[in-house]
């Protein structure tokens, strides 16, 4: 049906681009491209092993809105999947305007030297996109992404009114190295070092990085230590969902990587600001991030699993309600099926999904959208079919505290 161009061979490209290649009834006709060719070739003969499709391949440095300007007018496609950083964010979007081609990602723009991830640069598109009669979708991998459409669904069938919304994400499995992020390091320890932040009564509570935690227990897992932080989608599921009293997000880490996150910190590792290094400026979390194993290494071995759910509190035909829904999803069996870990794997099947729906006019609408602003259901059916089946438990006790 249509040519999409995938942008980013990493963790998440590489599973974006087998789960694209395995709907080719969708995707007709796909391109892989990134700054490094040589990774969109090896994930490509990965391809051809695999599923016997082949996928084109290319050089781009994405930061440069011509050179994409060129590739797609080269390819033609439908639309982007923009799986770089959240820096080529806006220049991806360029770049789609100029060329009139749809376009999603997976992570809100971001500064490169200034830790701060906020929608207001890519809300700025909307009248562009609108006027263009193109889309863009925003946020779409599992957090943000499958939590906004969670809410969404719980919002439209389960409650009259969200009051609580507390996004709970844990990673139990076990990669075997000393300290290694499951996805982009740079993003990730930007992301982690940050204030944490909340949402409450109409307005944001900052904490100090790490500050609040508590034992949270994830199903078929048990009990882990969870950290709040502040994460994007609070910023659009707090404008989308009315009523919300309160919206949290938490996330698990071992001891293990809090330890090597502090002395890495404490010795000036996770800077984000250029400092001379023999006569060369360098960015100690860039240098830091060349030493790290990169995520879509971490694959092979990986033991234990995933669980990210909403966990819900509200109002249902006058009678207070709580609803809990997650996916739970296992590292060995991710990498079986395309040769990834479930990190880069809960990102890239719900960034396919968004495409295909995209695609086939489900969710297609001139302007540029969250996904917690569309029809949830077709979503909810294809995480079931594609990879990443979900669960709900009613009327649970929840393990927070409610005024
Ligand atoms: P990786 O670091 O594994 O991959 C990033 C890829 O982008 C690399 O192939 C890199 O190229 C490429 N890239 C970087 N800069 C450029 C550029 N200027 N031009 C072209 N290509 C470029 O990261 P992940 O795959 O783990 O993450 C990808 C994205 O997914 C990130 O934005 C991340 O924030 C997001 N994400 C979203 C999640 C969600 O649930 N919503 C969860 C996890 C990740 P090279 O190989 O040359 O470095």
């Known amino acids: 049906m249509s040519k999409v161009l995938i942008i980013g061979a990493g963790g998440v490209g590489s599973v974006v681009a087998h789960k ?14 990134s700054r490094t060719k040589r990774k969109c070739d090896a994930i490509a003969s990965e391809i051809k092993n695999s599923f016997g499709v082949e996928i084109h391949t290319a050089q781009v440095d994405a930061d440069k809105v011509p ?24 220049t991806i979007m360029d770049a789609c305007l100029e060329t009139e081609v749809h376009y999603l990602d997976t992570a809100n723009y971001e500064p490169i030297d200034e830790a701060k991830f906020e929608y207001k640069w890519q809300w700025a598109y909307q009248d562009k996109f609108k006027e263009a009669g193109l889309m863009a979708l925003l946020g779409c991998g599992f957090d943000p992404g499958v939590t906004g459409v969670f809410t969404a669904y719980a919002q439209k069938h389960h409650f009259d009114e969200i009051h609580y919304l ?40 900052e904490t100090q990085p790490l500050e609040i935690h508590k ?7 048990g009990e882990k230590e969870s950290y709040l932080l502040y994460h994007e989608e609070l910023e659009s599921l707090t404008k989308n969902i009315p009523h919300l009293k309160r919206a949290r997000f938490w996330m698990t880490f071992s001891e293990q990587y809090i330890t090597h ?13 250029p400092i001379m290094y023999e006569g060369k ?23 234990g699993k995933t669980s990210i759910g909403c966990q819900i509190k509200g109002v249902k035909d006058g009678k207070d309600a709580t609803y809990y829904v997650y996916n739970n999803c296992d590292h060995a069996e991710v990498y079986k099926e395309v040769k990834a870990q479930a990190v880069s794997y809960t990102t890239g099947v ?21 996904v917690e602003e ?30």
């Open 20 to 33: 694209c290649a395995m709907l080719n009834e969708v995707f007709t006709e796909i391109m892989l491209a």
């Open 67 to 90: 050179e994409l300007v060129s590739l797609i007018k080269t390819f033609e496609p439908k639309m982007v999947i923009n799986v770089a950083l959240p820096y080529q964010d806006l």
């Open 166 to 205: 507390d996004i709970v994400d844990c990673n139990a499995g076990d990669h075997g190295k000393a300290f290694a992020t499951n996805f982009n390091p740079e993003i990730n320890i930007r992301e982690i070092t940050q204030n944490g932040k909340y949402w409450e009564n109409g307005a944001w509570k």
């Open 215 to 221: 034992p949270i227990n994830y199903p078929e897992i």
């Open 261 to 273: 996150l502090r002395v890495l910190e404490n010795v000036g590792m996770t800077r984000i600001d």
């Open 281 to 303: 400026e360098i960015v100690p979390l860039q240098f830091l991030k060349a030493v790290l194993p990169e995520p879509s290494s971490l694959g092979e071995g990986y033991q």
């Open 350 to 370: 719900p960034a396919m999904i968004g495409a295909m729906l995209m695609l086939s006019n489900v969710w297609m609408q001139p302007g540029v959208f969250n």
């Open 374 to 403: 569309f029809n949830p259901d077709p979503f909810m059916e294809a995480l079931n079919k594609y990879g990443l089946p979900w669960e709900e438990q009613h009327n649970v006790e929840l393990p927070h505290e409610y005024n």
